[in-house]
C-alpha cells in the first residue's frame, strides 16, 4: 500500500492550497483517511480526518480555515486550506485506515512520505 501526498509548496499569508493524496494498493476497503503536520521541534499533531461515513474531525488551530474531503471511489483525500498563516508551516503527512487482501480482518495504519508547506509572511 503507498499514500502518494501532492499539493504543498510555499504561498503567502492569507493565501491557499489544496492538497491531495492518492492510496494505491491491495486495498480492501479504508475506513479513515486524514492529515497531520509537523513543524520543525515540534510534535506531530491532526490537522483533520474523515472517516468512511464522511464525519469529520478537525484541529483546533485549522477549524474554519481548512477543510477535508474525501473521494470513496478514487481511494482520495483533499485538504483544502483557505486563509493561511506562517504557524501554518510544516510537513503535511497523510494518513489512512485500511483493510488490505494481506491483512484479513486486521485494520493497519498508512502514512505517506509528506508534503511541504511553507507559508511566508
Given at each position: 500500500?503507498?499514500?502518494?501526498?501532492?499539493?504543498?509548496?510555499?504561498?503567502?499569508a492569507?493565501?491557499?492550497?489544496?492538497?491531495?493524496?492518492?492510496?494505491?494498493?491491495?486495498?480492501?476497503?479504508?475506513?479513515?483517511?486524514?492529515?497531520?503536520?509537523?513543524?520543525?521541534?515540534?510534535?506531530?499533531?491532526?490537522?483533520?480526518?474523515?472517516?468512511?461515513?464522511?464525519?469529520?474531525?478537525?484541529?483546533?488551530?485549522?477549524?474554519?480555515?481548512?477543510?477535508?474531503?474525501?473521494?470513496?471511489?478514487?481511494?482520495?483525500?483533499?485538504?483544502?486550506?483557505?486563509?493561511?498563516?506562517?504557524?501554518?508551516?510544516?510537513?503535511?503527512?497523510?494518513?489512512?485506515?485500511?483493510?488490505?487482501?494481506?491483512?484479513?480482518?486486521?485494520?493497519?495504519?498508512?502514512w505517506?512520505?509528506?508534503?511541504?508547506?511553507?507559508?511566508?509572511?
Amino acid at each position: 500500500v503507498q499514500l502518494q501526498a501532492s499539493g504543498g509548496g510555499l504561498v503567502q499569508a492569507g493565501g491557499s492550497l489544496r492538497l491531495s493524496c492518492v492510496a494505491s494498493g491491495s486495498i480492501v476497503l479504508i475506513n479513515s483517511m486524514g492529515w497531520y503536520r509537523q513543524a520543525p521541534g515540534k510534535q506531530r499533531e491532526l490537522v483533520a480526518k474523515s472517516s468512511r461515513d464522511g464525519s469529520t474531525t478537525s484541529g483546533d488551530a485549522v477549524k474554519g480555515r481548512f477543510t477535508i474531503s474525501r473521494d470513496n471511489a478514487k481511494n482520495t483525500v483533499y485538504l483544502q486550506m483557505n486563509s493561511l498563516q506562517p504557524g501554518d508551516t510544516a510537513t503535511y503527512y497523510c494518513t489512512a485506515d485500511l483493510w488490505t487482501y494481506t491483512t484479513g480482518s486486521r485494520l493497519q495504519t498508512y502514512w505517506g512520505q509528506g508534503t511541504l508547506v511553507t507559508v511566508s509572511s
